[in-house]
């Protein structure tokens, strides 16, 4: 893929792709935005549309992430649950279930449904290590133990183990193991976890203990009380969802024949480099929100590409601002893509380097959420016409 003397950067805006702003005359927020810097890439480079995965197909970063370092999610991909726990360094192994979780915030309806009415809890920041304290403190439900762990604001890792657990191999990312607590909406109720093999009924049984059980461990915590006196919503329970077992992935650099980097933000992408065996840097001051030292990041990747000869660099904020709904934030998060670019451009030799500059995924504004919108894509520097 890659030779001692090209090399190559890829910088990712997560959740870049996006539809036309009525608040921007039709534009999409990368269109309406001046980017100088993207410009001058483009004016030596190529640019173009990228489908992730396919036509038409909403990618999750996780899939994303994977074929854009090579690995074909159809075969490889065994969930995003276990990406995420690799990535805030929890020990995933074989036959345990991992999932992405979020601290969102719900009550009680009359019925005694827990009813989301924040999927985030107001993107808590501060105060998470205390309320995963006391979701470990939960203890061993049914035989099954128990591991949590906060990533990034209301982000965080669940791991599931028992030793007589066997989990069966023939599913896929729309038939996980077990399905989400999360209900992906707002107003609505949480799910009661199901298993898709009757070998699993009991694992679902015991997470659906534990998910009520944090809510009564965190409804009335410390943490919560201050929020609701502050006037922000209570992080009053964790919600899991993105089931999976520990993958069966080569290594980067026995794939391809080269050198890896990630400089990111997140656990997810971070777990899968870890995996791989690619260098996984922290870049300092990177939050994974609007308020994240984003030339850091730029830097970082610069410093690590001196060490590798292929490094992925992720910025996390146009995800969240298309997420929110939010076009001005999101244009934004270009301008931030865009210093970004500068700085590659005052750093990297083109003659000797590629750098590519995409996104993941579609985010649009208008959808709040990940859609199959084709992404933009630009190639400039060496062999690059």
């Not at 999750?60 to 074909?72: P, Q, R």
């Not at 026995?254 to 480099?273: D, F, I």
Request: proline share 8%; hydrophobic share 40%; with cysteine.
């Amino acid at each position: 893929m890659a030779t001692a003397k090209c090399r190559a950067l890829i910088l990712i805006g997560d959740g870049l792709g996006d539809r036309p702003v009525p608040e921007f005359n039709g534009l999409t927020p990368l269109e309406w935005q001046p980017t100088p810097n993207l410009d001058e890439l483009a004016a030596r480079g190529e640019c173009g549309l990228m489908d992730p995965i396919a036509v038409g197909v909403p990618a999750g970063s996780d899939t994303a992430h994977f074929a854009m370092l090579g690995y074909d999610p159809y075969r490889y991909y065994t969930g995003r649950g276990p990406l995420e726990a690799l990535g805030v360094g929890m020990d995933v192994r074989e036959g345990d279930l991992g999932f992405r979780c979020n601290f969102s915030t719900v009550a009680p309806d009359a019925q005694g449904r827990l009813i989301v009415s924040d999927r985030r809890a107001g993107r808590i920041t501060e105060g998470t290590a205390r309320l995963a304290t006391a979701l470990n403190n939960i203890g061993p439900i049914d035989g099954f133990e128990f591991e949590f762990r906060p990533s990034v604001a209301h982000r965080g890792a669940l791991v599931m183990r028992n030793p007589l657990l066997r989990v069966p191999g023939d599913y896929d990312e729309d038939a996980p193991p077990l399905s989400d607590a999360d209900p992906h909406a707002e107003a609505a109720p949480v799910l009661e976890v199901s298993a898709t093999a009757p070998e699993l009924r009991p694992a679902a049984v015991a997470l659906n203990k534990w998910v009520r059980a944090g809510y009564e461990m965190l409804k009335d915590h410390p943490i919560n009380r201050v929020r609701v006196e502050q006037g922000l919503n209570p992080a009053n329970v964790c919600l899991p969802r993105g089931c999976g077992v520990r993958p069966e992935l080569p290594a980067f650099a026995k794939m391809h024949g080269a050198s890896g980097g990630l400089v990111v933000e997140v656990g997810l992408v971070r777990g899968l480099g870890e995996f791989i065996g690619m260098e996984v840097v922290e870049a300092p001051g990177t939050t994974g929100g609007y308020d994240t030292d984003h030339l850091s990041l730029a830097r970082t990747a610069v410093a690590t590409l001196e060490r590798n000869q292929i490094v992925l660099c992720n910025l996390k904020a146009p995800d969240v601002a298309g997420h929110d709904g939010k076009p001005v934030e999101k244009q934004q998060t270009v301008t931030m893509l865009d210093e970004m670019a500068g700085v590659l451009l005052e750093s990297l030799d083109l003659d000797q380097t590629v750098v590519v500059v995409t996104g993941d995924h579609s985010t649009p504004v208008s959808v709040k959420d990940h859609s199959g919108d084709p992404l933009p894509i630009l190639i400039a520097g060496h062999g690059v016409r």
